[in-house]
């Protein structure tokens, strides 16, 4: 289909169409991938791609290879319709938004299993994960072809992971890591923020709140004492469940040694909705 200044695509074989013509003619292609329900964190990726090179494909996919039976994959925002007006404003080219038959036909069997830096972290509690963010996202990077992919440090982890996948398998596109866009209040932009209470909503800043005070101790103090002490400073603040605080290697998110650059990981649950996010430790 399409529509005036940007394509929405939904087959790989017009998406592929597409990109010979633009690789005939020496274009950069630069890709974002999203699962959509888009906010301004995804628009300030959408606006270095669009900065960094001739031709922008977003994706929009839902990708239930990443999310576990008892998650939110069926209630995850989706609004198609408002995310491609939005993408109208930007100088987007096309929309790459498959159908789940289209990305995984009948028969897929075929999974990427990923390095070290998904050891840990959100792999003990969504030990499948990384698995379908991987698969998903080298499908995504062999079905467009970009030169420049760009992904949010919001998601931190998922970052390390997709920068390891790609140096491991020899994938030809530079990864762009792009820093996270919070509320004013702090609070990290994010899709689920949309499943958040009043009530909740009030209490969700203190995530990031009490993990940038961890990171202005983090080289000065024992780690897990600092890690201890800021997971009960969460829960008393009004969360009601937390997962980890861990205080990292910002490069290989292995142990953390002041000097180095590192990062502060987080995610806890308010209700039923489980918050990420994350900090520089500045070396
Ligand atoms: P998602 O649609 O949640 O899969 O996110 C798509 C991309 O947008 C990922 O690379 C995310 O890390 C990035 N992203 C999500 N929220 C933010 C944010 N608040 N700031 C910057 N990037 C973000």
Redesign the pocket.
């Known amino acids: 289909m399409t529509e005036p200044g940007i394509k929405v695509v939904r087959s790989l074989r017009d998406l592929r169409q597409v990109g010979a013509e633009w690789r005939k003619n020496y274009e950069t292609v630069a890709l974002?991938?999203?699962?959509?329900?888009?906010?301004?964190?995804?628009m300030?990726?959408v606006d270095k791609a669009t900065q960094a090179a001739r031709r922008t494909v977003v994706s929009i996919f839902v990708n239930p290879t990443q999310f576990a039976p008892h998650e939110d994959l069926d209630r995850y925002p989706r609004n198609e319709a408002a995310d491609i007006d939005r993408l109208r404003e930007k100088r987007v080219d096309l929309v790459w938004a498959p159908a789940v038959s289209e990305m995984y036909p009948e028969g897929f069997s075929t999974y990427v299993a990923p390095g070290s830096a998904a050891l840990g972290l959100e792999t003990d509690f969504r030990p499948h994960f990384f698995q379908g963010v991987a698969t998903v996202v080298l499908k995504l990077l062999n079905q467009v072809a970009p030169s420049l992919a760009?992904?949010?440090?919001?998601?931190y982890q998922?970052?390390c992971v997709v920068r390891q996948m790609v140096r491991d398998l020899d994938v030809p596109t530079e990864i762009i890591g792009?820093?996270?866009?919070?509320e004013k209040d702090g609070l990290?932009?994010?899709?689920r923020n949309a499943y958040l209470s009043r009530q909740e909503r009030e209490i969700a800043p203190h995530l990031y709140r009490t993990i940038s005070e961890v990171a202005d101790r983090a080289s000065s103090e024992d780690l897990g004492a600092l890690e201890a002490e800021a997971a009960r400073k969460i829960i008393a603040l009004g969360f009601d469940k937390v997962d980890y605080v861990s205080v990292r290697d910002a490069e290989t998110l292995g142990e953390f040694k002041p000097g180095r650059p590192g990062r502060v990981l987080a995610a806890a649950w308010l209700g039923s909705t489980r918050l990420i996010d994350n900090v520089p430790v500045l070396a």
């Open positions: 974002v991938p999203t699962m959509g329900a888009l906010h301004d964190g995804h300030a990726l760009f992904f949010g440090e919001k998601d998922q970052l792009v820093p996270t866009i919070r990290a932009l994010s899709s």
